[in-house]
């Protein structure tokens, strides 16, 4: 039989705290934001099949940052628990809130229960057609979970693209204004450097869209032509 | 929406399964219509008139709006052909309720497996699912509740539409022209063999599927007929390249319309 050290717990959780930091900070950054017709997911991605952005459901979409296989494992939970729901009640009662709160309990027990702690951190966000609301919820590796205005940067970055964002945000740019301004500070981290517009990953809600579901991948061509 | 969310995580070393239907088996088990011993005791409603025909562009799919329980119009505005998602449809005959909620689960099975892989299935691998989630419910078609759908849908890799049937156990063939089912399938199918013709333009196709379903009114009386006084006409819908679409009703009425003036000046 083994004998465990005595740990203290404050320690215990730093510890994790540490390990899942290092592990998100090894990671490029995504952006999130508002922009006139709806929200702007922006993620800088060198592969262009393993998404980091994508749909969950008709008017929400989801991105992670960190460890691909840990927050993939969280989108299809996500979809999963959508899809579910939409069926049994009604398509209109599947909310973002309920999702991020899902995303914070699992991964607030996995922090707390799990042999090591999820290295991510997830953005849920919806748009509202009817009154132009647009939510975006913050979610981290501990499960603590924030709602947004506006704007998010998540990743190894978050705090100076966070604070970058704060300065240059303005309410209702057009989206290639918003790609534009998020490819710029996206490129300021973590030092001064071009971004390749081939590594960039674009999803977008589109509020105006007479298609049920609003979440649309924008291509290639439509990010380096937003780009000029 | 306030009970704590259960996220189930990790339920494979391979991943989740991208169905929806094998989800809801797994969760909720009591959400899917479940089989019993006994024939319900009461007359259902059932759907009658569908039919798919392809033309230079893709296939229609059009259906008469009539549900009937025995000799009783249980609906005269019944839609029965819908957009399974963005490149194919689906039309439906028999026990109302269940075919209803089949095409839901279907649709829903399309967008679920496109969500979780980031792919679309291919129209074969579409036309494969639905007759799996028909034999599922061949225990309820022993008890008279029969679902029989018909599939079509735009196949981007051969480049062409195509259309399929089934038979209540699951059986699914492909059609090379045109296909009704329903209970007036037959007087349309006969108004098809002689209206349809290869290389179809859309409105061309629009105007024969138009009178297949007048004909099929004229011999059964579970289809309903165009009635202008009430504003009921067909629904059909248009799958192409560019995608599934309901046709505009103006252009169905158009259709029907030209159809019965052809007729009335005829007699």
Known sequence: MSFMPYVAPEQLMKDRSDYAHKGIARGRSVIGLEYADGLLFLAENASATLHKVSEVYDKIAFAGVGKYSEFEELRIAGIRLADLRGYQYGREDVKARDLANAYSQALSTIFTQQMKPYEIELLVGEVDGENDGTSIYHILFDGSVSDEDQYVAMGGHAEELTDALRDRYQAGWDLATAIQTAVQLLATVPETREVPAEQLEAGILDRTTTERRTFRRLTKDEVSSSLG | ???????????????????????????????????????????????????????????????????????????????????????????????????????????????????????????????????????????????????????????????????????????????????????GGQPAKNSLKKRWKPGLSRDEALRVAAEALIDAADDDSATGGPDASRGLWPVMVVVTADGASDVPEADVTAAAEAVLAERGAAS
């Not at chain 2, 995580?9 to 009591?30: K, N, Q, T």
């Not at chain 2, 025909?53 to 549900?67: S, W, Y």
């Not at chain 2, 963005?86 to 839901?104: D, F, M, P």
Request: proline share 7%.
């Open chain 2, 1 to 183: 929406m306030s009970d704590p969310l259960p996220l189930h995580l990790g339920a494979s070393p391979f991943g989740a399964s991208p169905s929806f239907v094998e989800l809801l088996r797994i969760e909720r088990p009591d959400a899917l219509p479940a089989g019993t011993v006994d024939p319900p005791p009461f007359p259902v409603p059932h759907g009658t008139t569908v039919l798919g025909l392809k033309f230079t562009d893709g296939i229609v799919m059009a259906g008469d709006r009539r549900a009937t329980t025995g000799n009783i119009i249980a609906d005269a505005k019944m839609r029965k052909v819908f957009a399974a998602d963005r490149l194919s449809a689906i039309a439906i005959a028999g026990a109302a309720g269940q075919a209803v909620e089949l095409v839901k689960l279907f649709q829903l099975e399309l967008e679920h497996y496109e969500k979780i892989t980031g792919d679309r299935l291919s129209l074969e691998g579409k036309a494969n699912r639905l007759a799996q989630m028909i034999r599922g419910n061949f225990p309820l078609a022993m008890q008279g509740l029969v679902v029989v759908p018909l599939f079509g849908g735009y196949d981007e890799r051969r480049e062409q539409g195509r259309i399929f049937y089934y038979d209540a156990t699951g059986g699914r063939w492909e059609e090379d022209d045109y296909q009704t089912i329903g209970s």
